[in-house]
């Protein structure tokens, strides 16, 4: 494996916690290009305090000139300004918000992206070992919630700041012992805000991790619908969402109590603070050392002055609930992918497509053994070698190398002579195309999905490729031929369809190099063998590396290569390696006995073995590959109503 690739196995740990600032470090890089808008947007929310402001000390004049003497002169002037301030403060206001959310959206937008992109280049099994589900709630709430901390809460952080410390100013200005006697107060809000952080924060984790459990559960429950409908498992599932809803149920219900039971403390506080205020200044008024509307403005100020200073408080709380999103969307972007593009390209034009496999080994990140040892072959250009063994032996793994989807840990896997580290990542997958064993289709029309081989592709291009495939005549009576819309989960194509459509969409991509990975497992034998000849079409003057366990393709091979626990063990054209009568004359043995057990299904349970008729064409074909010919006779090769058997009976794979 290459030096960048450092891969623990990050599934087996509990997602690390981090400090408020640490996490706000990490993500505040994205905001670059948004950080003078998110100062507009300060400077809005300022000159709407100021309005504010300036609105109490109107108020305050009102009360003193206009309402206590009575006299409609004295109102009109203030009035006037009032209004005036009013309107301007509501169009900044207004303003302010707006950019807000323009640039709050855009953050949201960025991180999502950033995060999407990180989680597209992670390797194969970072998928494996973790929930889907899990991810999807990683890449929506959680990304909204470091918004939250990020931007809304810097904002709101800086504006609560400057609101508190104006009002505070304001309210020293009018009366500094006043204020100061009630400011005494102030820290009971800090002390109430401390006390509640550690247990938001624990119940907002709690809540994040249950959310992505939630949706795992339904995302895995409907992709396995038929199994739930087919063994009634309803019930099982329903248990299963219910433990994790349960769960959710708690944290939501302890978050709001919390939430609650913290916003209540500061309205008890609150309503000390003002008594305190009224108290103080009913006993002034008395002296004759204040005015009724210096005393209303006092007290407007202190009305004013609550909200940011509350809002400082519980900006504390949201930013330490942000802080458990924060740690999930950490946990994924610091898995490294285990392949990046090289330092310095390698300069090559189109390559021959000569493939080597230079001693490697390789070891998935966090497992025991290593799944290939000291693995070495060469595929000359148009060749087509199959790669076959028993299951696990290492066959995918070898594919996977070939993408690079990892990089070996010793050896190299060369094209043309160039390590596969010294191409792009895209130029090298434009070079070696992969068939999945799956096949993979894109939520969009048929003519996207095959045009996904080459984009901008002509439809002309599409459709020779779709007639090459053996797909244009199912293609064209589709209800919209080739703008008929598909998806992975849609019944509308068959299993042989879909892979003739994936067919379509390598012959179009082009690439010298091919890899197939059990291009026919999953399908039946009929449709099997329709996608024999468009798999021909493909291979064509391609290197090809077929990886199957189906050795009815195998007679085709310029080389077969048996691999088994990640070693090759043979070698050889498919007829040298039957006569060696050795792990592949086993295997393929073993692949028609599969065959027969099938047949064996069928058969009524005799009390005595039926009569044998005779085995000749398969005396044949084994003397043919130089095997003696053993018939079985407690195993026989035709049904008692005289079908054979063999399914290739009529001649191996009459499509080929
Ligand atoms: N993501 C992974 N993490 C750890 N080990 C893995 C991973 N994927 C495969 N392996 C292991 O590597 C070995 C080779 O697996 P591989 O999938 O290449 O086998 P295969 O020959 O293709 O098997 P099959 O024919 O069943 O698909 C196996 O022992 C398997 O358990």
Redesign the pocket.
Same mark, same amino acid.
């Given at each position: 494996m290459g030096e960048e690739s450092i891969e623990a196995d990050e599934s087996e740990h509990e997602t690390p916690t981090i400090p408020a600032r640490t996490a706000f470090r990490r993500f505040w890089p994205l905001a670059k290009g948004i950080r003078k808008w998110l100062l507009v947007v300060w400077i809005c929310t300022v000159l709407a305090a100021l309005a504010e402001t300036e609105a109490i000390l109107l108020f305050s004049e009102l009360t003193d000139h206009a309402l206590q003497k009575g006299s409609l002169t004295a109102f009109w002037s203030p009035a006037g300004q009032w209004l005036a301030i009013a309107i301007a403060g509501a169009i900044v206001a207004y303003a302010g918000n707006s950019l807000a959310a323009w640039v709050t959206e855009r953050f949201v937008m960025r991180l999502r992206e950033h995060v999407f992109d990180h989680v597209q280049q992670l390797p @194969?099994?970072f998928f494996?070992r973790h929930r889907q589900g899990d991810l999807l709630s990683r890449l929506t709430g959680d990304v909204e919630a470091i918004e939250t901390m990020v931007v809304s809460g810097l904002v709101g952080a800086a504006s609560a700041a400057f609101s508190a410390l104006f009002y505070a100013v304001a309210a020293f200005w009018l009366r500094w012992d006043l204020a100061a006697a009630t400011f005494v107060l102030a820290p009971l809000f800090w002390l109430a805000a401390r006390r509640f952080s550690g247990s938001i924060k624990d119940v907002s984790r709690e809540g994040r991790v249950v959310d992505g459990a939630i949706t795992s559960v339904v995302e895995e429950s409907l992709g396995n619908i038929v199994l739930t409908q087919a063994y009634d498992r309803r019930d099982a599932e329903r248990r299963r969402l219910r433990e994790e809803a349960s769960a959710w149920f708690r944290a939501s219900v302890r978050s709001t109590r919390l939430n609650e039971a913290y916003e209540q403390l500061v309205q008890v506080i609150e309503t000390v603070c003002v008594l305190a205020v009224i108290g103080i200044g009913a006993w002034e008024i008395s002296t004759g050392r204040m005015t009724l509307g210096r005393l209303l403005a006092f007290a407007a100020f202190l009305g004013y002055l609550y909200p940011p200073v509350r809002g400082l408080a519980q900006l504390g709380l949201t930013v330490t609930a942000a802080t458990a999103g924060a740690e999930r969307l950490i946990e994924i972007l610091d898995v490294r992918p285990s392949v990046t593009d090289p330092r310095r390209a390698t300069e090559t034009g189109r390559p021959d497509g000569t493939i080597e496999v230079r001693g490697v080994t390789f070891r998935? @990140? !966090? *497992?025991e053994?290593t *799944?290939l040892e000291d693995l070495s072959f060469t595929v000359s250009p148009g060749e087509l070698v199959i790669v076959t !063994? @028993? %299951?696990? *032996?290492? &066959? %995918?793994?070898?594919s &996977?190398l070939l993408l690079r989807f990892y990089d070996p840990d010793s050896g190299d896997v060369l094209l043309d002579g160039v390590p596969l580290r010294d191409f792009p990542l895209a130029r090298l997958r434009a070079y070696v195309t992969l068939l999945p064993q799956e096949t993979l289709v894109l939520h969009d029309t048929v003519r996207a999905n095959i045009a996904c081989g080459r984009p901008g592709a002509s439809d002309q291009a599409i459709e020779e490729a779709a007639r090459a495939a053996d797909a244009h005549d199912f293609i064209v009576r589709l209800p919209d031929g080739y703008d008929t819309r598909v998806d992975p989960n849609s019944a509308r194509l068959s299993g042989g369809q879909l892979q003739r459509l994936a067919i379509a969409r390598a012959i179009l991509r082009d690439a010298p190099v091919l890899v197939l990975d059990?291009p026919t497992t999953g399908l039946d034998a009929m449709a099997a063998r329709r996608v024999v000849k468009p798999l021909r079409r493909l291979m064509a003057g391609r290197t090809t590396i077929m990886?199957t366990?189906d050795l009815n393709l195998a007679p085709d091979a310029d080389r077969v290569l048996v691999?088994d626990r990640?070693r090759i063990v043979e070698t050889g054209r498919h007829d040298e390696l039957l006569a060696r009568g050795g792990a592949y004359a086993r295997l393929h043995r073993s692949q028609n006995n599969a065959v027969m057990d099938t047949g064996e299904l069928r058969m009524p349970l005799w009390e005595e073995a039926p009569p044998q008729p005779p085995h000749q064409q398969y005396r044949s074909t084994y003397e043919a590959y130089g095997s003696p010919y053993e018939p079985s006779a407690e195993m026989p090769s035709y049904l008692p109503d005289g079908r054979p058997l063999f399914r290739d009976a009529q001649g191996a794979w009459p499509g080929m």
């Open positions: @194969p099994h494996q998935y @990140p !966090g *497992a053994r *799944a !063994g @028993p %299951s696990g *032996a290492g &066959k %995918s793994t070898v &996977k059990e990886i366990h691999v990640g």
